[in-house]
């Protein structure tokens, strides 16, 4: 195999398990496509700047078009004797045309052609996750209309702190969600650049056209330093970053609809298809497909890591370690693209069950912070009313009995300001239906916020 880097080196075949153990054929054969596309643009550019005469030009276009085709069918048998995806490719059309495939390479380095591939790899990835996100807050958003009606009890520290509206926990999702769209839309305008021209390290010196390559690419910019071009990673540990934090918010997610499902809380039901069963024990209904959600986070956060690890203590610019940055990148990729697709279908098979989480709401210290608020409005110091209330739930658990067991006369014993209509905040509806303040749990509220963003998102 004519290996890219000849000359130097005496004609012997490189040896077989040093190649096996340099290449990354396995890995980025994924960005056979960009690298072809950016062979193109290349040919493209010498051609315009006098490197490479038209007829030249012409063959190379349409051998590389035929191969573009050929990636994209998935029918290009390459052999595996490569070292990467950039020598492949130069390989074939080097066979297809040996004299003027010579002139292709011209002002070209591997080190910028992997991390222009890579880019153009990130920009196609970033936006198909924000669509993905996208369509999983859209499932998410009908769910919460489907359940405005619904209370169950808010946790803080795992505790049942105050009654919420089950939209509202769903909505907090979407906003999360939007968060992780916008750090998507950040590192892509950060990674739109091309660095084309850069060669190896130094640039060239010979005059080439980088603005015609960048615009055919579509990038934004060409870069402003070649060295920083062919060194920097930056960018890949900015989307793995993003990816590792959609990951982690995915696994939230799926840890909350873990536990209201589970008997003990039993909240709701996830559809049987993303459940399985026991081999053992008969009864057994598990939500693996939400835990293996909350297990491979694990992955994308490694990946992240072993990023950094990879990059510390490299000397700039280019080094051959960079070449280990593509799998945790491509796996982060492949990884949470599925966890959102399968997200958005899984979230479809969410029912509620009302009648268990009234029950949970029949726990009447949920309701206490609403009478240290009413006790506020009628003129109590806050810190008055939270120790008023603190002693009405130690005296209802020393005596064991509820807060609407208390008789008035008994409860004014703790405050004068209490009055009859105190009876009427220990009920769910109340609760939510009383809560003033903007992003708060009142469904009024939460509805509008439904309605702003299902515009947002159509
Ligand atoms: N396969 C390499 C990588 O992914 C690209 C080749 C780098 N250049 C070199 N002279 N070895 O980083």
Redesign the pocket.
Same mark, same amino acid.
């Given at each position: 195999m004519a290996k890219l880097w000849g000359g130097r080196f005496s004609d012997k075949e490189m040896d077989e398990t040093v190649l096996e153990f340099t290449s990354?054929l396995g890995v #980025?054969k994924v960005l056979a496509k960009y690298d072809c596309l950016s062979s193109k643009v290349h040919v493209e550019m010498l051609a315009k700047c006098g490197f490479i005469p038209q007829e030249g030009k012409d063959q190379l276009i349409s051998v590389l078009d035929e191969l573009a085709l050929k990636i994209e069918d998935g029918s290009w048998e390459y052999s595996p004797k490569h070292? #990467?995806i950039?020598s492949a490719i130069q390989s074939y059309v080097e066979e297809k045309l040996p004299v003027v495939a010579k002139k292709m390479h011209t002002a070209r380095s %591997?080190?910028e052609q992997?991390v222009n591939d890579v880019r153009l790899y990130c920009k196609e990835k970033c936006e198909l996750m924000g669509k993905l996100i996208v369509a999983f807050q859209k499932e998410l958003v009908s769910l919460a209309e489907k359940t405005v009606d619904v209370i169950l009890p808010g946790y803080t520290h795992l505790n049942r702190a105050q009654p919420v509206v089950f939209s509202h926990l769903v909505m907090a999702y979407v906003e999360m969600l939007e968060r992780d769209k916008g750090r998507l839309k950040g590192a892509l305008s950060r990674l739109d650049v091309c660095v084309m021209g850069s060669g190896a390290i130094a640039g060239s010196a010979l005059e080439l056209d980088r603005e015609f390559v960048s615009k055919k690419l579509g990038f934004s910019d060409i870069s402003a330093n070649s060295i920083d071009a062919v060194s920097d990673r930056d960018f890949i540990v900015e989307v793995v970053s993003v990816l590792s934090l959609i990951a982690v918010h995915l696994s939230r997610i799926s840890e909350d609809m873990i536990l209201y499902s589970i008997p003990e809380f039993g909240f709701l039901e996830i559809g049987a298809d993303y459940c399985t069963g026991s081999s053992l024990m008969p009864q057994k209904k598990n939500p693996d497909v939400l835990e293996l959600i909350r297990g491979r986070s694990a992955q994308v956060i490694s990946a992240l890591n072993s990023l950094f690890v990879l990059l510390k203590a490299l000397p700039h610019s280019?080094n %051959?370690d960079?070449?280990e940055d593509?799998k945790p990148l491509f796996e982060s990729v492949e990884l949470v693209a599925a966890e959102l697709a399968i997200m958005a279908d899984l979230v479809k098979t969410i029912s509620l069950k009302k009648e268990t989480a009234l029950k949970a709401l029949q726990d009447e210290f949920i309701y206490a912070t609403d009478i240290a608020e009413y006790l506020v409005r009628k003129g109590v110091a806050f810190k008055n009313a939270h120790d008023i209330v603190g002693n009405i739930v130690k005296h209802c658990s020393d005596e064991d009995v509820k807060i609407s067991d208390i008789s008035i006369a008994k409860l004014k014993t703790f405050s004068e300001q209490l009055e009859e209509d105190v009876y009427e905040l220990l009920d769910p509806v109340s609760s939510v239906n009383n809560k003033k303040t903007v992003g708060s749990t009142n469904p009024e509220l939460v509805k509008k916020e439904i309605a702003k963003w299902k515009k947002k998102l159509r």
């Open positions: 990354s #980025d070292e #990467d950039h %591997r080190n992997v280019y %051959r960079m070449q593509k």
